[in-house]
């Protein structure tokens, strides 16, 4: 009778990502928020532990050829639990996403971003707000649904104006710069509107969950609006003031060069108290050599 032959598994960097992510009881959280109530071998915590692993295997195949890539990894040891390749089917994964979608992946993720900065013991002292853009090609149908972001033209940060693109807002804290907010909008969003958005519906649950003393911008954030927010939230706020408003100019045209004190490198500046949207605040002049 011969010899059973030994079956090798590849481990790779993917033991790395795996027990990172149980350190972090991350499918424990996703199971916790969005729980299965069927009987299937994979929760949506698995589910999306899976996807993490894929993604991150470099391999880009199709969904229903997902169960192929863990056909040569320790899954067992991947998930600790009795979970097979076989069971990580391309429905698995849908209903997974489909799962997310439903619970909202926005708050879904802000949830997560914070179990793992306080297990990380990270001191977020500030936050920083921006937003970027992925621009797509070839012609996507869209989607009926009011709530579902749209892939059109929008301003394009990659100089490719005539494609169509999506765009991805971050809040990162400052330490690690882990991102503990993250919100996909549609391609033609304004910054603006969608900073403004922010500082409405999130600001108070960033603050409280990070206590972060400042929450830092580009000049996008500066409007009446979102100031006049971040004040009766009592949130300190750093940004630019953008040169569009007629205080600012009046305060550059107005500077006198014996105002102005040594910063180093080349640089002096001046401070001004200003009020701009009755928000008390002061503004730092700036001079260049």
């Not at 804290?173 to 409405?200: H, I, R």
């Not at 009046?250 to 014996?258: D, I, K, P, T, V």
């Amino acid at each position: 009778m011969s010899a059973a032959q030994p079956v090798i598994k590849r481990l790779d960097h993917l033991g790395l990502i795996a027990a990172f992510c149980h350190e972090i009881g991350l499918p424990s959280i996703i199971d916790r928020i969005i729980p299965k109530y069927s009987d299937h071998n994979v929760s949506h915590g698995d589910a999306v532990l899976a996807m993490i692993l894929n993604g991150l295997g470099f391999h880009s195949r199709t969904l229903h050829m997902f169960s192929d890539f863990f056909e040569t990894k320790p899954v067992a040891k991947l998930f600790a639990k009795d979970i097979e390749a076989h069971h990580l089917t391309d429905d698995v994964l849908g209903r997974t996403l489909d799962a997310l979608y439903e619970a909202d992946v926005s708050a879904l993720y802000q949830a997560i971003a914070e179990h793992v900065v306080d297990k990380l013991g990270l001191k977020t002292d500030s936050v920083h707000l921006d937003i970027t853009s992925f621009h797509v090609d070839g012609e996507y149908a869209q989607d009926e649904d009011l709530n579902a972001i749209k892939l059109v033209k929008g301003y394009s940060r990659y100089h490719r104006p005539e494609l169509n693109q999506v765009v991805l807002e971050l809040i990162c804290e400052n330490q690690a710069g882990l991102p503990v907010y993250m919100q996909a909008l549609s391609g033609n969003t304004n910054d603006a509107k969608a900073f403004s958005e922010v500082t409405k519906r999130h600001i108070h649950c960033l603050k409280a969950a990070q206590n972060s003393r400042y929450f830092t911008a580009d000049a996008a954030l500066y409007t009446e609006e979102s100031i006049r927010s971040l004040d009766e939230q009592q949130q300190k706020f750093i940004t630019r003031v953008p040169m569009t408003i007629k205080s600012a100019k009046e305060a550059l045209m107005n500077l006198e060069s014996e105002q102005l004190s040594p910063i180093g490198n080349g640089y002096s500046g001046c401070w001004v108290d200003a009020d701009y949207g009755s928000v008390s605040q002061k503004w730092l002049l700036i001079h260049s050599e």
